[in-house]
């Protein structure tokens, strides 16, 4: 079952300004997401294909496993289009990589982010070139809008990512990370990828988030500098606290 991580330390850009993730802020990873076992729809994650750029959406309809990790794919032809995670290397892929492969009809192969609540946004699609031999394209789409992509590279054969810092979100909307085959067919075409999405805190949740973690901070401090009955309170960096 897909759950959203959480960040284990503040970052520092938020309270100058940054969108950065903050203590305690859901993040939505399609690689961690995606577990072994993991359904179809996994949570906000569903993972599909398209005929064409923006068309119809089909859910995946076979889980499937080798010595290489697994899958979600529809078996068009050699097993593709699909949407893996790979526990051991190959194909272009390193272990603990999640790679799409479009299809034999020059079909897409998409992982899909569903909008959980109505806020901003940060996105970030990546890929990691050159991957399998073939070249694909990728695309980032807001509501299956293929006549103008968020984002988009004819190529994949150099690492790269789409970054979009903020971008307002109805629930319900989706987010596509949609992968081609390039113009030169589909075999070799195992392209490893990510998406990673964020809610955006709004400035009154930050706000009061930085006033909590520095009052939390200064009492702290306030504890450890408190001398204790019975002993003299040192300045000596390397002094005994309690």
């Not at 051991?88 to 609540?117: K, Q």
């Not at 990510?194 to 504890?223: K, W």
């Amino acid at each position: 079952m897909s759950r959203p991580l959480t960040v284990a330390a503040i970052a520092v850009s938020v309270f100058l300004g940054g969108s950065g993730p903050v203590h305690g802020q859901v993040i939505y990873d399609a690689n961690a997401a995606f577990v072994p076992n993991s359904p179809n729809p996994n949570g906000v994650w569903t993972y599909g294909y398209t005929s064409t750029l923006g068309g119809t959406f089909n859910n995946f309809v076979e889980y499937a496993t080798s010595s290489f990790g697994y899958t979600w794919r529809t078996n068009i032809s050699s097993g593709t289009p699909g949407f893996s995670y790979f526990t051991s290397p190959g194909f272009g892929a390193l272990a603990g990589e999640t790679t799409l492969h479009g299809g034999p009809g020059g079909e897409f192969a998409i992982v899909r982010f569903t909008v959980p609540a109505t806020a901003l946004y940060q996105l970030i699609g990546s890929w990691r070139g050159p991957g399998d031999s073939g070249n694909t394209d990728l695309y980032l789409l807001h509501n299956s809008n293929g006549a103008s992509p968020l984002a988009s590279t004819p190529s994949t054969t150099v690492t790269g990512n789409f970054v979009i810092p903020s971008i307002a979100l109805n629930a319900g909307d989706t987010i596509d990370l949609a992968l081609g085959t390039g113009g030169d067919g589909f075999p070799f075409d195992n392209t490893p990828v990510n998406l990673v999405i964020t809610p955006i805190p709004e400035p009154g949740s930050l706000a009061l988030l930085a006033t909590s973690v520095g009052l939390t901070a200064l009492a702290r401090r306030l504890r450890r500098q408190r001398p204790v009955a019975g002993v003299t309170a040192s300045c000596h960096p390397f002094a005994s606290r309690r």
